[in-house]
């Protein structure tokens, strides 16, 4: 990932936050012939699996990418966080341009398929239990034991021992002060959930402070 030192995000708190908070990622896998394949997956990211952590997720068994997972190999897991668009006409410094806000996670690491049923049942637990949290009432994964047999049996659950991490947070840092507090202003004005967390990334980071 093309990353200014100026956008490098290397606090692991706020690294932590987008693999927690933007859990639905992209698994890039290259195959024998070099091409590149990519799955939308949800992910976990576990910091007590290994020295670095490692991501647990599933994929349906049909889809032939897990047999792209070699342990001599990294995959790639981007964990694409929340992002705005910035116009310049919300700037006082010009001439400006348009770009766009954002915060990306790419987790690199070795994958290893989970065999045992009691395992690839655990993994599906913990995603479920992750994506049910909020609900009320959540659902349980209290299911007929033929269908979740079956079911199991038609996906391949896996892990990613983390081998390094690159975190890029885009948050206006090449621009002065009185332009990010009016970028994140104005973010917060939209109201959408998105540009509202972009606005809050860039207080967090910068010191922006709402204005009273």
């Known amino acids: 990932m ?3 030192e100026l956008f490098t995000e290397d ?3 706020r690294i932590s936050e987008i693999l927690a908070g933007y859990g639905f990622a992209l698994v890039v896998t290259v195959d024998a012939e070099g091409s590149p394949y990519a799955s939308h997956l949800p992910l976990i990211h576990d910091p007590r699996l290994g020295p670095r952590g490692s991501i647990v997720g599933h994929m349906a068994r049909a889809n032939s990418q897990w047999r792209q997972f070699d342990r001599e190999r990294d995959v790639l897991a981007v964990f694409s966080g929340p992002h705005a668009y910035v116009s310049p006409s919300w700037y006082e410094t010009h001439p400006a341009v348009p ?7 790419h987790v690199h690491g070795r994958p290893r398929i989970i065999d045992d049923p009691d395992g690839v049942r655990a993994t ?3 995603l479920v239990e992750r994506h049910e949290a909020d609900l009320e009432p959540p659902w349980r994964m209290d299911l007929p034991q033929s269908y ?4 199991l049996r038609a996906i391949v659950a896996f892990e990613i021992e983390v081998s390094h ?3 890029k947070f885009k948050l206006s840092q090449n621009r002065d002060d009185v332009d990010r507090r009016n970028v994140a202003a104005r973010l917060d ?3 959408f959930d998105d540009a509202k967390a972009v606005a809050r990334l860039m207080r967090q980071r910068d010191d922006v402070k709402t204005e009273e």
């Open 165 to 167: 991490i690159e975190a």
């Open 11 to 13: 606090d692991p708190d």
């Open 148 to 151: 979740e047999t079956g079911m």
């Open 189 to 191: 004005a939209l109201g």
């Open 124 to 126: 599906v637990q913990r």
């Open 99 to 105: 770009t766009w806000n954002y915060a990306a996670v």
């Open 2 to 4: 093309y990353t200014p």
